[in-house]
């Protein structure tokens, strides 16, 4: 079966989609699973789709959406899973702005209910040339696998206490201020549920090349999966011949998308060059740096965050924690001056002519 499609999730970008597809009435229950539903009601908040541009469209009752199959397992947003089986006529739910679609199980007041979708087929491709038989598309199609280049270049992590710590707003002052130092940047978010937007904003503040977990196959991450894309995004930014990267965790360093992998790793810990820690509250930087240190040997080199948001925080962080503390939105520059400073040893040679 033939349609045409209102609008494309972000979470398909690997596809390359056009707005007329061919659906199949067979439905794989799997993660990535490339699908096309039909919304169901109107909403006044979270009510946007991420497409696979980055550009935010509203979604109404009736249009008919591409996205992916996942799960998600968000604090502040939904919670959901991919069924064990989806049949056509299924109402699942919008999990998410890149267009995650699952089975909600739980949702935060602030988001609202989610949006009602229902399954009208999956996705077919068609990856031989003049080939009229299709097969089920998934987001692994066309994602990057990996390359043998060694990473040499130092990696900045940013991992935060929650979602919406800051950990966007940190890693963009820091890729602002290393770029106009004139090194190549590489930008990434490690970990977290599908959405371009955060790496956008690494673009948009002058990193050279950008990467995420999706462009790696991957609609979630989680302990499984989180550490592995690391790899595979710190191998293609190395390709790239960045002289450094920014890479930021999706979630908390407590959360459920695979932080925890990625903080335990000896191989990827050791390619640090700093390490910051975004923080919402005074409590929860004095807890994230304690818990950092204790649980995986890692010693915090600034608190950012809404911890910071002015000299209560500042000087609660530095007195009483012993971290140096910035300010991304306040002070950006500042921010982005201490990791430079910090890791002008290690990227000194490597400037962009």
């Known amino acids: 079966m033939k349609v045409f499609v209102d609008k494309v999730g972000s979470v398909t970008r690997n596809l390359g989609l056009g707005r007329t597809v061919h659906l199949a009435p067979e439905v ?18 979270y009510n946007q789709l991420e497409d696979p541009h980055g550009r935010l469209v509203t979604l109404h009752a009736g249009d008919i959406v591409v996205g992916a199959l996942g799960h998600r397992n968000a604090l502040h947003g939904y919670e959901g899973v991919v069924p064990h089986s989806v049949s056509v006529g299924d109402r699942l739910h919008v999990l998410n702005m890149g267009g995650v679609i699952g089975k909600c199980t739980s949702h935060n007041p602030g988001v609202g209910q989610p949006f009602e979708a229902e399954v009208l087929g999956q996705v077919l491709e068609f ?51 290393l770029a106009q130092a004139g090194y190549r940047v ?20 002058g990193a050279d090349v950008v990467m995420d977990f999706t462009d790696a ?41 695979g932080v925890q992998g990625i903080l335990a790793d000896p ?34 080199d600034v608190v950012a965050g809404p911890a910071t948001d002015n000299a209560v ?40 002519s």
């Open 217 to 257: 196959g991957i609609v979630c991450t989680g302990s499984r999966t989180g550490a592995g894309v690391a790899r595979v995004l710190f191998s293609e930014l190395a390709a790239e011949n960045v002289d450094v990267i920014v890479a930021e965790t999706g979630d908390g360093i407590m959360g459920e998308y």
């Open 28 to 45: 794989k229950a799997e993660e990535g699973a490339v699908v096309a539903v039909r919304i169901h009601g109107e909403k006044s908040v």
């Open 127 to 177: 990856p031989e040339l003049m080939s009229r038989t299709g097969q089920p598309a998934h987001i692994s199609s066309g994602s990057l696998k990996g390359q043998p280049t060694p990473v040499k270049c130092p990696v900045v992590y940013v991992v935060g206490t929650c979602m919406n710590a800051g950990k966007t707003y940190a890693a963009s002052a820091m890729v602002r201020k």
């Open 186 to 205: 590489g930008g990434a978010k490690l970990t977290g549920v599908s959405l371009m937007r955060d790496t956008l904003s690494m673009q948009d503040s």
């Open 267 to 300: 191989e990827l810990k050791a390619l640090a060059g700093a390490w910051v820690l975004c923080a919402n509250d005074p409590v929860g930087a004095a807890g994230g740096v304690r818990h950092l240190r204790e649980a995986y040997g890692i010693d915090v």
């Open 313 to 352: 925080g500042v000087r609660f962080v530095e007195q009483v924690v012993g971290i140096p503390a910035r300010n991304a939105r306040a002070d950006a520059a500042a921010l982005g001056g201490l990791i430079l400073e910090k890791l002008a040893p290690k990227i000194g040679a490597g400037r962009k």
